[in-house]
């Protein structure tokens, strides 16, 4: 059972669209979230992280919104770029036994359409 | 700096056989692990060393072994190979801050190596 859960699956959008990946988690140990972003062919690359204590960061184009209460996240990516076709993962990390362990989402498949 | 470096990228076994990924980082992190990823299935841990000399179990440790002598290598061993470990491995590296946890979040990713067993 994965302890992070991610949605949707795939996801295909139009360029200049709003892409919307959205993950849950239960474990009350985590306290860290990173994305990661994997391009075909290549390893997972840092992308954004947030602590649970902030409801949104935003980096340019990319922002994480933070439900703690609801132990939701979500990776918004305005004005979609063909460019940001990529595997997205949300991540968890956090105390105790998973301070030095990231666990995955399953992955979300974006195709943005030009 | 290369990073994290995987070799091969490509390989395929016999149900059997045995092999040894190989992964160098020369970032001179403290932490390095191996991931498998799966279609649907995301990231799963294999083993991790927190230093030299010491490895521990991540969440699909059967089948694998893996040992740390120096900062920079940790290979990562198949001794029978089976076809349930057909995947895509990849190895990452890290700092961690002071207790131990890994800095920012951040993993470093080698390339992967796309691994088939027949």
């Known amino acids: 059972q994965q302890q992070v859960k991610q949605s949707p699956q795939s996801l295909i959008v139009q360029k200049g669209g709003i892409s919307i990946i959205n993950c849950a988690y239960e474990?009350?140990?985590?306290?860290?979230f990173p994305w990661y972003q994997q391009f075909p062919g290549k390893g997972p690359a840092l992308l954004i992280a947030?602590?649970?204590?902030?409801s949104e960061k935003k980096e340019g184009r990319f922002t994480i919104s933070f439900n703690k209460s609801a132990k939701q996240f979500s990776l918004h990516i305005m004005d979609s770029q063909p460019g940001d076709s990529a595997t997205y993962f949300c991540?968890?990390?956090?105390?105790?036994?998973?301070?030095?362990?990231?666990?995955f989402g399953a992955g979300t498949i974006l195709r943005v359409k030009s | 700096n290369a990073g994290v470096t995987q070799t091969p990228k490509f390989q395929v076994l016999k149900t059997g056989q045995s092999m040894t990924l190989q992964c160098a980082q020369d970032?001179?992190?403290?932490?390095m692990s191996w991931y498998r990823q799966d279609p649907g299935m995301g990231l799963r841990l294999i083993h991790y060393?927190?230093?030299?000399?010491?490895?521990d179990q991540g969440e699909v440790p059967n089948g694998y072994n893996v040992s740390r002598s120096t900062t920079e290598d940790f290979p990562l061993r198949l001794l029978s190979a089976a076809p349930s470990q057909t995947s895509v491995y990849f190895c990452?590296?890290?700092?961690?801050?002071?207790?131990?946890?890994?800095?920012?979040?951040?993993?470093?990713f080698g390339p992967g190596t796309r691994l088939t067993v027949l």
């Open positions: 474990n009350t140990a985590f306290d860290y």
């Open positions: 060393s927190v230093g030299a000399g010491i490895t």
């Open positions: 991540a968890a990390t956090g105390a105790m036994e998973y301070g030095n362990k990231l666990v």
């Open positions: 947030i602590r649970p204590d902030v």
């Open positions: 970032m001179n992190h403290e932490y």
């Open positions: 990452a590296s890290s700092y961690l801050t002071g207790t131990g946890r890994l800095k920012g979040g951040e993993q470093f």
